[in-house]
């Protein structure tokens, strides 16, 4: 599970990465398969990474089930030398370093709160993955589209005004399977929140203009998003 690194509470961590040498993708390029033997834990220095399963629909051969952002850990099957749940594809031009699985858990268990962050971490995806499964019981499209949004927002937004600028580029196409949703259906919810004021572009990057509506749109009440305001 993603996982960030913050290198003023983790500098045990910090140190394996600052040791580590760089490994270079272009974009679409595989950093390992699933099913794959699992011996290192990744984490990403710049650009992301797909988390990918075998494509469900005809004429896609994967889908992305997570994406691992800047300073953020993945590929912890590693941690109990098991075998790869994903693969990992390059999201963009980026750079990871791999770490050594006994070392990254020694930094984990000697800084508490890094492995709060981390369980925090896991629980989030955790939830996030139940909710993409929607049905006609579960959340609507746009609920799961407005909640990968938010949570984008949390791990890589940057304050704009009122609102949060997000630092990576990820296509409909990503947005529509983190959401579990069709690309189509996510393009027309876009649009019509970019219409509406909810979200805008700038320079290519998404811009939350007004977080709390998303909230509202996710399924919480608003007295639940004032914390967020």
Known sequence: MPFHLVPARDRKLFRLVKRAEDLRLVKGRPLYAAGSSAKNVFLV????????????????????????????????????????????????????VALPKASVLSGLKTAKNSLDAYLEGVERELHRLRHAQGGSRGPTAAQRLAEVLLDLSARCGDPAGRGVHLSVKLT??????????????????????????VVALANGFLVLRRPRDLWILAGYHPSDTESER
Not at 81 to 96: D, K, L, N, P, Q
Not at 178 to 193: E, K, P
Request: aromatic letters at 8%.
């Open 45 to 96: 220095k710049s650009g992301f990474m797909r988390l990918v399963l075998p494509g469900m629909e005809k004429g896609r051969s994967e889908r992305t089930v997570s994406v691992a952002l800047p300073w953020e850990l993945f590929g912890d099957e590693a941690f109990t030398e098991g075998h790869r749940r994903y693969g990992a594809i390059a999201g963009s031009t980026c750079t990871v």
């Open 172 to 197: 409909h196409q990503v947005l529509a399977d983190l959401a579990g949703a069709h690309r189509a259906t996510v393009t027309t919810l876009l649009n019509d929140w970019l219409y509406d004021g």
